[in-house]
């Protein structure tokens, strides 16, 4: 039987791996909810559909669970002051969050970056639990799109991409 993976070293070898940087927002009642993630990725296009992975000990991860809601908004590569303070560096929590950037609201009330790149409005259709974290499968209810790159986080680090 092979031995079980070093945590430490498994979160070394996904820093290798790059990722879009994304503020994930829902509203617990009347209150925003946001944070940092990179754990996003398309499911299928037909329905346009979003996962998302989420510590079930946040309280995003409550509000889109109680709420059967979320966006996802692609942050541009020069928002990592953004990504920084949803990631609760400074200590930086709840609505206090939401004072950096433009927001909007979708028709549901969901908080869209203004500046993101591109933002989805999701509904839930599918949660799965794995380990400490939710995995949220939302259908795309609505899409806004910008100009401008993406921001990337690899290695520990924000990053702008340029072509080859």
Known sequence: MTAPIDAADFRTAMARFPGAVTIVTALSGTERRGITATAVCSVTADPPSLLVCLNRKTGTCAAVAESGRF????????????????????????????????WATDAAGLPLLAEAVTSFSCEVAETLQAGSHTIFIGQITGLVQNAGAALIYEQSRFHRLSPL
Do not use: Q
Not at 74 to 97: C, Q
């Open 71 to 102: 966006a996802v908004n692609l942050l541009a590569d020069a928002a990592h002051p953004i990504a920084l303070r949803f990631a609760g560096v400074g200590g930086v929590t709840g609505e206090d969050k939401f004072a950096a950037g433009s």
